[in-house]
């Protein structure tokens, strides 16, 4: 199918059935995951998904899942949302190249249905520090409104990829400059819901690109939003210690068996290193 007929079924794209988180809620976050992914989304549910601590009930998180060609991966999906309630099924064809249309199924679905004030957007091979970001959103984020918030990939990794071998391949005629602008990368990323509603807008304006990232932030430059630097979403993982557990929000590449450690670490965190200064602020 071509790229254009698939970009347009995310504005009809079904989800069946759909998970049902609670309206008006603080946050929620999309974790993007591959249909037979199902040992890491069972690792992720009994670690930092799991809901925990007083601030449990004002954050939800959803497994963003497309379509599988393996029958046998897409009845196990379906009995997965069965169970589960946690996975939205898009109608499109679950490939890399289709991660862009998996997320802004999602931001639709999120503004559309759910309307949280803020929306993290990270992957399965992610940890989320659910026992920080909810208390900091709410009690020391000051930037209420046109939030958009990463890593940020230095200048000479923005510069667009032409080589047709690539998995991040674009073509000089889906998008015609050679450098992204600044963008914070798909590990995890944070909007205000304001900032995904101004970004579902300039998407009916701007041709997708196969590169998820980098087109959230070609939408947010066309719809005004600046995306800011934060040193909290780690795009690599290294042996951090307990008390890095009271700063850091999401951190990439962590193995199932890591992602129990890093739960550890972030619980042992509540009540560890209280001799340091606990950072208040995005940077």
């Not at 995310?10 to 995951?33: F, N």
């Not at 549910?45 to 809901?51: D, F, N, Q, S």
């Not at 015609?176 to 300039?202: K, N, Q, T």
Request: with cysteine; aromatic share 10%.
């Amino acid at each position: 199918m071509a790229q254009e007929s698939q970009w347009e079924l995310v504005w009809l794209l079904r989800s069946d059935p759909a998970p049902q988180p609670s309206m008006k809620g603080l946050l929620l976050i999309l974790v993007t995951s591959a249909p037979g992914n199902s040992e890491p989304r069972q690792v992720i549910r009994r670690t930092w998904a799991a809901h925990e601590g007083p601030r449990a009930p004002q954050w939800q998180s959803v497994f963003l899942v497309g379509q599988s060609a393996d029958i046998g991966v897409a009845q196990g999906i379906q009995r997965e949302q069965q169970e589960f309630g946690d996975i939205l099924i898009g109608n499109y064809q679950d490939t890399y190249r289709n991660l862009t249309l998996k997320v802004m199924h999602g931001f639709k679905w999120v503004a559309e249905r759910c309307q949280p004030s803020y929306i993290l957007k990270t992957d399965d091979d992610c940890f989320v520090n659910t026992d920080r970001l909810p208390e900091f959103l709410l009690e020391h984020n000051t930037i209420k409104t046109g939030l958009y918030a990463g890593s940020l990939f230095s200048r000479e990794k923005r510069q667009v990829i032409r080589e047709p071998s690539s998995k991040w391949y674009v073509s000089r005629q889906d998008y015609h400059l050679d450098e992204y602008p600044p963008y914070a990368s798909g590990i995890g990323y944070i909007l205000s819901l304001d900032a995904v509603e101004r970004i579902l807008w300039a998407a009916e304006h701007v041709h997708p690109i196969p590169v998820e990232d980098a087109y959230v932030g070609i939408l947010a430059e066309r719809a005004g939003i600046q995306v800011k630097s934060s040193a909290r979403f780690a795009k690599h993982n290294v042996r951090w210690r307990v008390c890095n557990y009271r700063y850091l929000m999401v951190i990439h590449h962590l193995s199932p068996q890591e992602q129990e450690v890093a739960k550890g670490s972030m619980l042992q965190a509540r009540s560890a290193c209280h001799d340091s200064l606990e950072v208040t602020r995005w940077k």
